[in-house]
Nanobody, 120 residues
Framework: QVQLVESGGGVVQAGGSLRLSCEVS????????IGWYRQAPGKERDLVAT???????HYADSVKGRFTISRDNAKNTAFLQMDNLKPEDTAVYYC??????????????WGQGTQVTVSS
């Protein structure tokens, strides 16, 4: 069974940095795309950044120049480096991946979510 395990959330002051990790485990053929969405209280879940194995990276306008997404294919892990954090970045961050399980088509998976809180 494919699972996404996130880590790295926490509390930081405005201007600080955090690094999120998302490790994919289980039996699968390939990871097509992986990235993060975030959801603040009372708001919809929005895309933050993704990395596609052919199309490259994509960022929400609100995080461009501050967040960097990367992946370590050997470790089946993606990272989101978040710098110059702002209070409006406060949200639960969810890892999302399009994965091809063994013998199955490309399937979306979600992590359990990790809280990021930025104090002013």
């Amino acid at each position: 069974q494919v699972q996404l395990v996130e880590s790295g959330g926490g509390v930081v002051q405005a201007g600080g940095s955090l690094r999120l990790s998302c490790e994919v485990s289980g039996r699968f053929s390939s990871i097509i795309t992986i990235g993060w969405y975030r959801q603040a209280p009372g708001k919809e879940r929005d895309l933050v950044a993704t990395i596609h194995n052919r199309a490259g990276t994509h960022y929400a306008d609100s995080v461009k120049g501050r967040f960097t997404i990367s992946r370590d294919n050997a470790k089946n892990t993606a990272f989101l480096q978040m710098d110059n954090l702002k209070p409006e970045d406060t949200a639960v961050y969810y890892c999302n991946a399009g994965i091809v399980p063994v013998g199955q088509p490309n399937t979306p998976y979600w992590g359990q979510g990790t809280q990021v809180t930025v104090s002013s």
